[in-house]
Nanobody, 115 residues
Framework: QVRLVESGGGLVQAGGSLRLSCATS????????MTWYRQAPGKQRELVAR???????TYVDSVKGRVTISRDNSRTTVYLKMNSLKPENTAKYYC?????????WGQGTQVTDSS
């Protein structure tokens, strides 16, 4: 069974930083691309960043230069480091992967601006 467990969210002031983690199990992590999404209140879920199995990251324009996606294959974990956080980054952040022809999601981790 594929399992994704996000953590690392919390209250953060504008300009602060957070590192989100997504621990995974149940599939061959090192061969699988991973994606971070977020969903702000009242808005649709949007893609934030994606990392290929080879470690190449791509980002939505609004976070470029402030966000870094990375992976640790030995820990089967994907990370999202966010710097210079803005109030509009308040959202629930989810990691996602596509395995066996379907998408799998974690329960999400909440990031909230405390300014």
């Amino acid at each position: 069974q594929v399992r994704l467990v996000e953590s690392g969210g919390g209250l953060v002031q504008a300009g602060g930083s957070l590192r989100l983690s997504c621990a995974t199990s149940g599939f061959i992590f090192r061969l699988t691309a991973m994606t971070w999404y977020r969903q702000a209140p009242g808005k649709q879920r949007e893609l934030v960043a994606r990392i290929t199995s080879g470690g190449n990251g791509t980002y939505v324009d609004s976070v470029k230069g402030r966000v870094t996606i990375s992976r640790d294959n030995s820990r089967t974990t994907v990370y999202l480091k966010m710097n210079s956080l803005k109030p509009e980054n308040t959202a629930k952040y989810y990691c996602d992967t596509r395995v066996w022809n379907r998408d799998w999601w974690g329960q999400g981790t909440q990031v909230t601006d405390s300014s």
